[in-house]
């Protein structure tokens, strides 16, 4: 059973987009380069926000392929954060942002859902950038969610992107109780 202090987080997105690599960057600070294509694993993590305060972080990495599509629903009720990843070098995956977004909310009947738009694999900017910042920041304005460009290569972000997410879903919670 979930109490207050526990947060399911679950990454969505494309597959190659680098949505395991975030996580086990985050997780256990190490990148492979080696391609390994996930189906679903999960993790469990504690993460300090404010000063010390403990958040027990329910991690869920999925597979990101279209044969997957009814996991989706199922993914979209159980997550009560979701980490919205696309590769900056990738436009197709950005595309797929907007579906992805549009089908939490309609499964979740709600607007105020804790959610962030990540851009990956920012160490590829100079050379292989397909998707510019403006356009990430944009849309991330339409869905009312923070944005943040990453890269699990040179850890950059990572943490950063879990502690927004996890702050965005306190409040949430806390605009909830106080309802
Ligand atoms: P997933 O299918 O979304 O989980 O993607 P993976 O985490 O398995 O990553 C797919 C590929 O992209 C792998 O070869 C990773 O090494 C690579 N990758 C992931 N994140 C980054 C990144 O930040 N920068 C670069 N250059 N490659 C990355």
Redesign the pocket.
Known sequence: MLNNKNCPII?L?????????????FIRDT????????FENSYIAELDINYGEKIRLEIL????QEDFINLRDHYARIGEAFIL?Y?I?CRGSFNEMKHIKENITNIKQCTDVPMILVG?????SNT?RKVSIEEGKSLARSFGCAFIE?????N?NIEETFKTLVNDWKKSKERKVNK
């Not at 990495?61 to 990101?64: E, K, R, S, V």
């Not at 990956?120 to 590829?124: F, G, I, S």
């Open positions: 990454l997105g494309d597959s190659g987009v680098g949505k395991s690599s975030i996580t086990l960057k990148f492979e380069d080696v391609y390994n294509p996930t990495d999925t597979a990101g990843v590769s070098t990956n694999k920012v160490d590829l292989e990453t890269s699990a290569k040179e950059i």
